[in-house]
């Protein structure tokens, strides 16, 4: 069985095969405009809905929600056909909302401050179980507008491409959210860095970097080891000179080991290198890894060094601290057994 968001327009006219033409009118507004399960399409006859409801059912069914304090930031735990589970964030603003999706069960990138990359990688999310979590995101956001979208959830998005475009693609043909609004995180898998350079959009590209020289990051993000720093720089750069946006560099401050003066200035060649924006994550404390975020007062002073500079830098917001709001923690505190963490070599960084 697929998600009936795994079918685009053509499939669900095959699927009502006979039926008037209107018919598919109905299922379409239905599922894309509403936003709803088959069996909730009330414009069908109940005979067609029960034949979707079997054949099609929606993927994501809910596993745990947890909620900030002040409403603000929702997450959700989901467990998809077969019994894997995914996470994805709902952030509101006072007008609009942003949501944060999975593209995958798990990650194997293992990178072992995520929660995720100590985890492990299960299997590739299809396309309507990407584009579903969109779909729930919206209603749940009602009456604010769901404004924008990251593939910043479980996940690397580009091991999935294929199907990550092929959502991506529908988001913006079919949910009618603009390529702007849209934001594809990688931790730097360079061939697919390039392959997005090409694909003629306006989305979005965000890189997990953490670390401006190839020792600290293989440590931190193995695949640097295939992908090393400068391929990066250089896909990064080919990305803006293609599409005219500048590519964000993710670094999740982590205290003692990418946020000292060192750092700050290895940070600030690469990102002058690439015509890079930098965005400063407060790391939250993840199961396993034996380091801590780094202290506000210190983040803000990386910051102000990377100005002083000539580097293009935003501290993102904290948010969702108190409901394991991490890639990956809620789904490590729901799992029926524990997770079987990576040990994590403790060697020094030379200043």
């Known amino acids: 069985m697929t998600s009936p968001w795994d079918l685009d327009r053509s499939d669900l006219a095959e699927l009502v095969g006979d039926q008037p033409r209107y018919r598919l009118d109905q299922l379409w507004a239905g599922l894309y405009e509403k936003g709803l399960p088959p069996h909730q399409i009330s414009t069908l006859p109940k005979a067609l809905r029960a034949e979707l409801e079997q054949t099609h059912p929606p993927a994501l069914s809910p596993a745990a929600r947890q909620e900030t304090a002040d409403g ?3 997450k959700r735990l989901w467990e998809l056909p077969g019994g894997a589970r995914v996470e994805s964030v709902l952030m509101h603003y006072p007008e609009r909302s942003t949501v944060c999706i999975s593209s995958q069960a798990g990650c194997a990138m293992a990178c072992g401050f995520c929660a995720t990359g100590q985890a492990g990688f299960e299997r590739h999310l299809s396309v309507g179980e990407i584009l579903e979590q969109v779909i729930v ?3 749940e956001a009602a009456p604010r507008r769901l404004s924008n979208i990251v593939f910043m959830g479980m996940g690397e998005p580009f091991a999935n491409y294929d199907r990550v475009m092929t959502a991506v693609r529908r988001i913006i043909d079919d949910l009618e959210i603009g390529a702007r609004k849209i934001t594809v995180s990688t931790v730097g898998l360079v061939p697919q860095m390039r392959r997005f350079a090409e694909e ?3 989305v979005g590209l965000a890189v997990s970097l953490h670390a401006a020289n190839d020792e600290l990051r293989t440590e931190l993000v193995p695949i640097n080891k295939r992908h090393p720093i400068d391929e990066v720089i250089a896909a990064s750069r080919l990305y803006r000179e293609n599409t005219g946006r500048r ?3 993710e670094w999740a401050m982590i205290d003692g080991v990418n946020d000292r003066d060192t750092d700050a200035r290895e940070l600030a060649t690469v990102a002058k290198a690439a015509r890079a924006h930098v965005n400063l994550i407060p790391l939250n404390p ?3 890894w034996p380091t801590v975020g780094t202290k506000p007062e210190r983040i803000r002073e990386f910051a102000s060094q990377l100005e002083r500079d000539g580097v293009n830098v935003t501290v993102r917001a904290n948010r969702g601290t108190d409901i394991d709001a ?3 923690q809620l789904r490590a505190n729901h799992e ?10 403790n060697t020094p960084i030379a200043e």
């Open 72 to 74: 603000m930031t929702v």
């Open 137 to 139: 995101a919206r209603a």
């Open 200 to 202: 003629g959009l306006q």
């Open 247 to 249: 590519v964000s560099f």
């Open 286 to 288: 993840t199961p396993g």
């Open 326 to 328: 991490a890639c990956g």
């Open 336 to 345: 029926a057994k524990p997770v079987t963490l990576r040990p994590r070599r």
